[in-house]
């Protein structure tokens, strides 16, 4: 499906999740590259209701979707919608796809592994979640495979982007308590803005690429790594204290090791995957 524009057919692509995070930086990517793009979220869009998900892949050509329960604490006790959101409503995505051939770009998370491996994590790593968040993603990717749809499904890890509450900004928000600030410091990833997610979602797009993919800024560090750079770059004066992930009370456990080895997707993109620095350096410009 297409709709003329002068003499240009364009590819009508249709976002899920639009106003969030990720959503948004990719809505605003896919139209600079010249798609028609269309924007669906809640009020009005429930990706768990089929007739609205029915009517979104009956006028698409491509479907991306960025729609997700992200409370990875509150899906400890919101487990049953969790597994609704991120679960059921993705398989049916996938099913109508299968039905009307049209082609799905899914997110899921480094949260689908137990994080105990100790080098980074490829695609054909066996995942194994610690919480529920992490289960109902899982049960995503598992029923998006099963539905017989043309798909991409892309993993992601620590993004942070301008239009949602994310590590970066929560601990800028902590800092300017005054307080001191304890962070884990055995927690290992990449801190990968949406923008980056955004350019690269871009290619695979107009190439219709199908399988996993691990998708990361280049380079490693951990949780507490990543704090001491934003304070630094910012020239905040925090007190600042490292801790480890059993001495942190929090509702949901989180993987230790979070680091993707990116070197299948890096082969289907045209730039090196910049470093974690360069990214969070230029977010933290902009702030
Ligand atoms: N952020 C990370 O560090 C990270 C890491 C790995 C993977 N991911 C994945 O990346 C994707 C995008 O996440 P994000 O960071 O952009 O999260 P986000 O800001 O929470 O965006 C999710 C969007 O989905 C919407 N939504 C929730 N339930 C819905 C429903 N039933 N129907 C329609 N829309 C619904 C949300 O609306 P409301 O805000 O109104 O609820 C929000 O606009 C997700 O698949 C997530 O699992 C994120």
Known sequence: MTREVGHVRKPVVAVLGGKGMLGTDLVAACAARGFDVHSYDLPEFNITDTEHVRNVVE?????????????????????????????????????????LGKWVLHFSTDFVFDGTLERPYQETDSPNPINEYGRSKLGGEE?????????????????????????????????????PLVVVEDQ????????????????LLGQRAQGTFHLASAGY???????????????????????????????????????????????????????????????????
């Open 143 to 179: 029923l998006l495979a099963r539905s017989g749809c043309s798909y991409c499904l892309v993993r992601l890890e620590w993004t942070y982007g301008a239009y949602g509450s994310n590590f970066v900004t929560k601990t800028i928000e902590r800092a300017k308590t005054g307080l």
């Open 188 to 203: 290992i990833g990449s801190p990968t803005p949406t923008t980056l997610v955004a350019q690269a979602v871009c290619e």
């Open 59 to 99: 006028t698409s050509d491509a479907v991306i979707n960025c729609a997700a329960y992200t409370d990875v604490d509150g899906a400890e006790t919101h487990a049953e919608l969790a597994h609704r959101v991120n679960a059921q409503a993705v398989g049916c995505l996938g099913e109508l796809a299968a039905r």
């Open 221 to 287: 560090v951990s949780r507490f790594g990543m704090t001491q750079f934003v304070f630094e770059r910012l020239g905040l004066d925090v007190d600042l204290r490292p801790c480890c992930s059993r001495e942190y009370s929090a509702p949901a456990d989180r993987p230790l090791n979070s680091r993707f080895d990116c070197s299948k997707i890096q082969a289907l993109l045209k730039a090196p995957l910049e470093p974690w620095q360069q990214g969070l350096e230029r977010f933290l410009r902009q702030l």
